[in-house]
T-cell receptor
Framework: DVKVTQSSRYLVKRTGEKVFLECVQD?????MFWYRQDPGLGLRLIYF???????EKGDIPEGYSVSREKKERFSLILESASTNQTSMYLC????????????FGPGTRLTVT | GENVEQHPSTLSVQEGDSAVIKCTYS??????FPWYKQELGKGPQLIID?????GEKKDQRIAVTLNKTAKHFSLHITETQPEDSAVYFC?????????????FGSGTQLTVLP
């Protein structure tokens, strides 16, 4: 079975802190994605990567950056956390050049106070 | 870019009844339409998908229909069971070129009442 793990299920950070969310997949998938999930807004794509050291902006990249130094690991970075970044963050991965089925991790509930 | 609208936002049905969730999309280039189910405390999981060269696809109690002319697609769940209670998301994407992104709808909270 494909497994996508995220470093924390719950995280509480203060405004202005630098926050790292880590995601690891164990199926040698080429593509990895970061979404945020908010009630009534569904899943919105923040960034994605289709290869090591490659990244592309999604629909809402402002205030975020990403890093992919190894194929299995994709990190989401909040350079200076703000209260409007309080959300559920979901990581996903998919195999192949066009990423058909996406496999999701369980999510990280981030609260910024 | 693509925009996907999903209705209803909440849906309650009696066990054994059918449930229908509808989505519309804006980009005529979209040709791949998956549906994901998210159970409480878990990430979304693909349950069924359909491509634009097919009008309907069925998998046991779940079916999806696609009307490309009208740019809408629907999820049908028959003989609903309590374990069908979850949040359902539709999505749209183009499989051509280098596009790998899915644009998701806003989600439908389905509750199956015993």
């Amino acid at each position: 079975d494909v497994k996508v793990t995220q470093s924390s299920r719950y995280l509480v950070k203060r405004t202005g802190e630098k926050v790292f969310l880590e995601c690891v997949q164990d199926m040698d998938h080429e593509n990895m994605f970061w979404y945020r999930q908010d009630p009534g807004l569904g899943l919105r794509l923040i960034y994605f990567s289709y290869d090591v050291k490659m990244k592309e902006k999604g629909d809402i990249p402002e205030g975020y950056s990403v890093s992919r130094e190894k194929k299995e690991r994709f990190s989401l970075i909040l350079e200076s956390a703000s209260t409007n970044q309080t959300s559920m963050y979901l990581c996903a991965s998919s195999f192949g050049p066009r990423g058909y089925e996406q496999y999701f991790g369980p999510g990280t509930r981030l609260t910024v106070t | 870019g693509e925009n996907v609208e999903q209705h209803p936002s909440t849906l309650s049905v009696q066990e054994g009844d059918s449930a229908v969730i509808k989505c519309t999309y804006s980009d005529s280039a979209s040709n791949y339409f998956p549906w994901y189910k998210q159970e409480l405390g878990k990430g979304p999981q693909l349950i069924i998908d359909i491509r634009s060269n097919v009008g309907e696809k069925k998998d046991q109690r779940i079916a999806v229909t696609l009307n490309k002319t009208a740019k809408h697609f629907s999820l049908h769940i028959t003989e609903t069971q309590p374990e069908d209670s979850a949040v359902y998301f539709c999505a749209a994407s183009s499989l051509d070129g280098s596009a790998r992104q899915l644009t998701f709808g806003s989600g439908t909270q389905l509750t199956v009442l015993p």
